[in-house]
Each structure stands twice: as structure tokens, then as C-alpha cells.
């Protein structure tokens, strides 16, 4: 039998490693195919599509990225990471949800693209907006979501300079995992700044839900900025090589007998 704790495991670990192949991928196109990255999102999930057994890939990263979308929301629900309820970690823990509808986003668009749906676009964040601009005070939580991917990136950016995030790795890692780990980190922050931004642009300043962008489009967004769009996708490829790490490395809370989330333990 297999507990509700190892599966909570194997999803998150799951989780780390459809995170990996994005983020590698993202990398990689940014570095070799100028063309396909302008594509922003849709060109990622294309390009996975055609690896060999490109949709099976595709549907292990819906059900990897959803579950590491959950164990994101299980931060500000239940504090599993033990950061607090003081306003230091509630900024921490709000983050951490940014980022878990960041991935939720785009597990929807690679299930579009595993299901032959994606189209030509890959827009799924698009479209998602769009609905939530057509509820009453939709722009306002369009934006508030914006304010909490600034959060998520300040906290990003502060694990690549402090290497804090080693506190949830195993001493087994290899050596280098601070290293790669810290530039992925730092790279990752500015992606969710401009998505923050286009996010804040669209709810508050009525820029329209086809300015909001996704990870994809976050880089593309960078291509004419030179040795910046470079610096940022090989931050990018770090961090899903650093994810891989993570995939086999990370210390992952575990399910109580009774199907509740306890608090993170390092040890």
C-alpha cells in the first residue's frame, strides 16, 4: 500500500521535474532559436511537442505542474514551509500562491497543447484574464495577482543572493547546486517582475488581457535588450538543471496519517 505521504511525495517530486523540463527548454530556446522563443509560451510547449514522445512528456508536465501548483497553495493554507504569520512570512506565503497560479496557468496551457487544443497561440493565459476582466472588480484582482508575482519575485531574488533555499536541500546534492541554484533564482525574479507587470498593466492601467504574459512571453519580451536576454536565459537554463536537483534533492514536508499538511521539518 502505498500512504497518502509517498504520494504526496512522488507528485511534488513530479511537480520538480515537469518544472525542469520548462524551464530547460525555455533556456535552451531562448540561447538557439530566436524565432521560437518570440513565440513566447506556445513556442515552449511546441518544441516539447516535438521532442520524441513529445505529447507523453506533455501530459506528465500537466500532472507534474498542477501538483507542484498544489503544494504552492499548501504554503499560504498551511504554512507547511514554516515561514510564519508575521508580515514577513505572509509576504513569503502570498509568493508562493503567485506562483502556484503561475504554474496552474501553465499546466492548462500544456494540457491544451497534450489534448491537440493549443492552437496557434498557446494563450491560455490570455484568455483567463480576459474572463476575470469580465467579473465585477475583475481588473482589481487582475492586478492584486500582479502585486503578489512583485512579492514572489523579491523573495526569488533574495533566495538567489542569500542561498537560503539550501536549508530544503539535501546535503547530498552535488556541490554546485548553490551555485546554479542561486543565478536560476535571480533570472527567475525578473521573469515574474515583467509578468507582475503586465499583470498590474492589465487590471489597473487597462492595457487589455493580451498584454499579459506567461513565462514564454516574459523572456521574448527581453530579446532586444542583448547581453540581458542572454544573462536571463542562461539563468533560466540553470534553474531547470537546478530543478532536476531538486526533483531528486528537495526535502518535501510529508501527509500525517489523517491527510493533513504538518509543518516543514529540514532535519
Known amino acids: 500500500m502505498v500512504d497518502k505521504s509517498e504520494k504526496f511525495n ?3 517530486r513530479v511537480g520538480y521535474f515537469s518544472r525542469a523540463i520548462l524551464y530547460t527548454v525555455v533556456g ?5 532559436s ?3 522563443i518570440a513565440e513566447g509560451t506556445a513556442g515552449i510547449f511546441k518544441a516539447i511537442e516535438d521532442f520524441p514522445g513529445g505529447t507523453a512528456i506533455l501530459w506528465i508536465m500537466v500532472l507534474g505542474l498542477f501538483g507542484y501548483a498544489l503544494f504552492r497553495f499548501c504554503s499560504p493554507l498551511f ?5 510564519g504569520s508575521d508580515a514577513k512570512g505572509w509576504g513569503k506565503r502570498i509568493g508562493h500562491a503567485g506562483s502556484a497560479i503561475g504554474h496552474l496557468a501553465l499546466a492548462w496551457s500544456a494540457f ?9 497561440s498557446g494563450g491560455g493565459a490570455q484568455e483567463a484574464a480576459s474572463g476575470v476582466l469580465g467579473v465585477e472588480f475583475g481588473g482589481i484582482l487582475l492586478g492584486l495577482l500582479g502585486l503578489t508575482f512583485f512579492i514572489a519575485a523579491f523573495n526569488q531574488g533574495k533566495k538567489g543572493v542569500t542561498g537560503s533555499f539550501m536549508n530544503r536541500v539535501s546535503p547530498q546534492a552535488p556541490d554546485f547546486t548553490r551555485m546554479i541554484g542561486g543565478a536560476g533564482y535571480v533570472a527567475r525574479a525578473v521573469v515574474f517582475v515583467i509578468i507582475g507587470w503586465s499583470l498590474v498593466g492589465a487590471g489597473f492601467m487597462s492595457q487589455g488581457s493580451d498584454q499579459v504574459k506567461t513565462i514564454g512571453d516574459a523572456v521574448a519580451s527581453l530579446a532586444d535588450d542583448g547581453i540581458w ?5 542562461i539563468g ?5 538543471l537546478f530543478s532536476f536537483i531538486l526533483a531528486r534533492y528537495r526535502i518535501i514536508p510529508e501527509l500525517s496519517s489523517g491527510g493533513k499538511v504538518p509543518k516543514f521539518r529540514a532535519g
Open 28 to 32: 535552451l530556446i531562448a540561447l538557439t
Open 229 to 233: 536576454f542572454t544573462l536571463v536565459a
Open 34 to 36: 530566436a524565432g521560437r
Open 10 to 12: 512522488w507528485l511534488v
Open 112 to 120: 491544451k497543447f497534450a489534448t491537440d487544443s493549443g492552437g496557434g
Open 236 to 240: 533560466l537554463l540553470l534553474f531547470g
Open 79 to 83: 504554512d507547511i514551509e514554516n515561514e
